[in-house]
């Protein structure tokens, strides 16, 4: 506020309106301009969403029906008939000639302060049980509160979600973290069905996506939503020399204040999945509780090993159709008594020769990285 009637607006971002106001001053005209406080979220959404459209008959397809319109008592400018409060007014012809600021900026830092076009109120009407809405921004590390990244990862999830399926990749989630800054980072899960496919995903998506910084691609045994799944992807399942992909001199969101020395900054991609060639081993796979169902096929534990070896102790639990596998170690040890019982390298029975009282180990071994 400069006094009770005049205010400084920001309107140094590229933007249909700086352009229209710049037009008015450079013809030594003022522009009418309104503001709405306290709005349909939807309405917040769509004046976010950056595409080339009447910005009414966006609004209007996003809410689902038409938006109600009214004009201003000071002015014509149309405003929604459902806002909480409007402002009337004008921007003036003198262009920006008022400092303003500093203030908190998306990424969560001071900017400078800027110079802006001066704004003349008119008029205040509001509901009679009018709500002030506040939107929070430049909120440091309450960031991921702000308004603004919530609705924008409605456009950005949809978008990521898009470009991906055009390179025929098998989208399972794509998710925008609250706390990345009007969406910087991006976590994708994929069904990877051939190899390279994270990175190809990395390179489609900061082709298609100017304010990405980070990207991260996961497989979809992953919740990406999830941190705790999360952190354990990225500590089990990432090397940095060979799954990090950096893309130098890449140019991003302005205000970022890691970049220095110009409007160009590096971006990364984060490759977290398994490599598809791997996922055989046993060192690649998953534990989880194994589920014990099936047909009841053989009645002793000999008989199983002798059909269908080598077999997981769950594996002999279905088979033989036991509860809780006390059945299955008995006759195991008593295998074992026998110098009959064997296990190969990851872990499954099977019948060999062995010393009595003792398993035997079939074929090479793994190594243990423990000893």
């Keep these: 506020l400069r006094n009770v009637r005049e205010a400084g607006t920001n309107l140094t971002a590229p933007s249909d309106l700086k352009r229209i106001y710049t037009g008015c001053c450079s ?5 009418p301009i309104n503001f709405a406080v306290g709005s349909h979220p939807i309405d917040f959404m ?7 459209a009447d910005e ?7 809410r689902g029906e038409p938006v109600p319109l009214v004009k201003g008592i000071t002015n014509n400018v149309r405003v929604p008939a459902d806002a909480e409060m409007v402002i009337e007014g004008y921007l003036d012809e003198h262009g920006y000639w008022e400092p303003d600021g500093p203030y908190g900026e998306y990424v969560g830092y001071y900017g400078p302060m800027h110079q802006d076009p001066v704004f003349h109120v008119t008029a205040i009407t509001m509901r009679e049980d009018v709500l002030h809405q506040t939107l929070l921004h430049g909120a440091g590390p309450k960031i991921h509160r702000a308004e603004s990244v919530h609705l924008l990862s409605v456009r950005l999830q949809a978008q990521a979600s898009n470009i991906l399926k055009s ?11 609250p706390g990345s800054a009007e969406g910087q980072h991006l976590r994708v899960s994929i069904f990877q069905e051939q190899p390279g496919q994270a990175q190809s995903a990395i390179a489609a998506l900061f082709g ?9 691609v996961v497989d979809e045994d992953i919740n990406i939503r999830d941190e705790h ?6 500590v089990s399942r990432f090397q940095a020399d060979r799954d990090m992909i950096s893309y130098k001199g890449m140019p991003g969101m302005p205000m970022d204040p890691s970049v220095e020395g110009g409007p160009f900054g590096t971006k990364a991609g984060f490759d977290l999945t ?7 081993e046993l060192m690649m796979t998953v534990a989880t509780a194994p589920t014990i169902e099936g047909p009841v096929r053989y009645k002793t534990v000999n008989q199983a090993l002798e059909k269908d070896a080598p077999l997981y102790f769950s594996e002999l639990m279905t088979a033989l159709g036991s509860r809780d596998g006390r059945e299955i170690t008995v006759q195991l040890d008593e295998l074992r008594a026998k110098g009959r019982l064997m296990r190969d390298c990851d872990g499954r029975y099977l019948i060999g020769e062995a010393p009595k009282g003792k398993t035997g180990l079939f074929g090479p071994q793994h190594k243990d990285p423990n000893v």
């Design 27 to 31: 013809r030594g005209e003022k522009l």
């Design 46 to 52: 769509a004046a976010g969403m950056r595409i080339p």
């Design 56 to 62: 009414i008959t966006l609004v209007s397809t996003l």
């Design 167 to 177: 390179i025929n990749i098998k989208v399972d989630d794509v998710y925008v973290p």
């Design 208 to 216: 298609g996506m100017f304010n990405l910084k980070h990207i991260f």
């Design 229 to 234: 799944q999360w952190e354990w992807a990225f």
């Design 274 to 280: 398994l490599p598809l060639q791997r996922r055989h």
